[in-house]
């Protein structure tokens, strides 16, 4: 172990025995404080090991079901490599996982750098945050997926609020003319995938890019980013949803007429099941929509994906949900902390605009997820916060491990934690219009 690692390994390990000690009661947020302190030394042990690399990190290597994933796809092996990467060797298998800057998690680690240190004011976190951010330059040229939000979002987004320059809103105008490009009028919805049988396929993940089309029309004064977000919405409010609020994962369109072709799952047990994470996606999702536009409609949908998921009878007593509600061997499946904390950081926001349980709730899951059934030692797992996440179980693709994602929407949860503490009727951003709020 290092000089750097042992500090560190030390400085949290007081930190969370101080914080042990402490009573706990119904408005003691100590916890909040063991959680901070293990993700400022976990990120800065990441930073400090894979600097030079150009990469970033994104999970903990597991292996594979390429048969499953023919059989998602519906495509011949032979014609499959396009969208496989290689097997994990032996040596490889549960070691740490990084990407290039074009994979669609490579903007989480600089954007948990960015709240890491705005909540906690370590400036070396600030310029760990600065040097992985600008790894991410070239992505403002590139066109070949739907994630740029994602991407974006998480790094330049949070480095517009917390450092802001021109150069920052340039590469998000940029990354949003290029996410633009995959809106189809027929349809009025942004591509999604461009591989498997699908036509036009759609997807609920989709509905996280949209806050950086409504950050473009805000930069640049393009009323087009507005309209093609909004127009999104209204295309998965009427789609995606069932009657009982939750969601499917995939909708594939015809792209000459708009008709629905199928509605079905990649990531999820079934077509009919309700993928975890995907419903947090889409909870988050139409709260930020909410957010900028003020359309009451974002705001019921919201509201009702939130009750789908706080009442769900299979909603675990620790509020981490399994990586599937309708996973066929419950209790006996993986959890995803992953949906955990997304579902968090979106329910502080939501009840800033309805009712305060929903905050009530988000401290619950966050409570669990930085105990120690999901928060890390330090120096361990990987250097990511969370354990217990889940990618792909039907692919047998980053089950039960952690994964970047997870660790960035943790600490956004406890950023707006903080400022729903705080303020009560704090606007995020500032820019949301006017809603009497």
């Not at 600030?126 to 070949?144: E, M």
């Not at 009657?243 to 990649?266: C, E, I, L």
């Not at 309700?274 to 709260?287: D, H, I, N, S």
Request: proline letters at 5%.
């Amino acid at each position: 172990m290092n000089n750097m690692k042992k500090k560190l390994v030390l400085f949290a390990s007081v930190s969370i025995a101080l914080a042990s000690c402490q009573t706990t009661s119904k408005e003691d947020y100590s916890w909040i404080k063991k959680g901070l302190d293990v993700a400022s030394a976990q990120l800065q042990l990441t930073a400090e090991e894979i600097a030079g690399t150009g990469k970033l990190p994104r999970s903990i290597r597991t292996g594979y079901d390429m048969d499953f994933l023919c059989r998602q796809l519906e495509r011949d092996p032979s014609t499959f490599q396009d969208s496989l990467r290689p097997q994990p060797t032996a040596e490889q298998m549960g070691k740490r996982r990084l990407c290039v800057v074009y994979d669609w998690t490579s903007g989480f680690f600089p954007g948990s750098l960015w709240y890491a240190y705005e909540l906690t004011g370590n400036d070396t976190l600030k310029a760990d945050a600065i040097q992985y951010t600008n790894l991410l330059n070239p992505v403002r040229y590139y066109k070949g997926t739907h994630d740029l939000g994602f991407m974006i979002t998480c790094s330049y987004g949070n480095a517009e609020r917390l450092a802001p320059n021109d150069t920052i809103k340039a590469v998000m105008k940029e990354t949003a003319d290029n996410l633009s490009g995959r809106f189809n009028d027929s349809i009025g919805a942004i591509r999604s995938w461009d591989f498997g049988s699908w036509n036009f396929p759609v997807i609920i993940d989709n509905m996280m890019n949209l806050e950086l089309l409504f950050n473009a029309a805000i930069y640049s004064s393009d009323s087009s980013f507005y309209k093609i977000a909004v127009s999104h919405a209204d295309k998965t409010l009427e789609n995606h949803y069932r009657a009982d609020h939750s969601s499917f994962h995939v909708v594939d369109y015809d792209p000459q007429t708009g008709a629905v072709r199928m509605k079905n799952t990649a990531q999820g047990y079934a077509d009919g099941s309700a993928w975890a994470r995907g419903q947090a996606w889409g909870l988050y999702g139409f709260v930020t929509c909410y957010r900028f536009t003020g359309d009451e409609r974002y705001l019921q949908q919201a509201e009702a994906i939130a009750d789908f998921i706080l009442n769900h009878p299979r909603l675990p007593e620790d509020m981490i949900p399994y990586w599937d509600f309708d996973a066929p061997n419950i209790p006996d499946e993986p959890r995803d902390a992953s949906a955990g904390a997304i579902a968090a950081s979106a329910l502080y926001e939501l009840a800033l605009y309805s009712d305060p349980k929903y905050a009530d709730a988000a401290d619950r899951m966050l409570a669990s997820l930085s105990s120690d059934s999901y928060t890390a030692p330090v120096g361990e797992n990987g250097n990511f916060i969370l354990m217990h996440s889940v990618g792909s179980k039907p692919a047998n693709s980053e089950v039960d491990v952690p994964i970047v994602y997870a660790d960035y929407y943790y600490l956004e949860a406890i950023y707006r934690h903080r400022q729903f503490k705080k303020l009560k009727k704090h606007l995020w951003d500032g820019r949301l219009p006017a809603l009497g709020k």
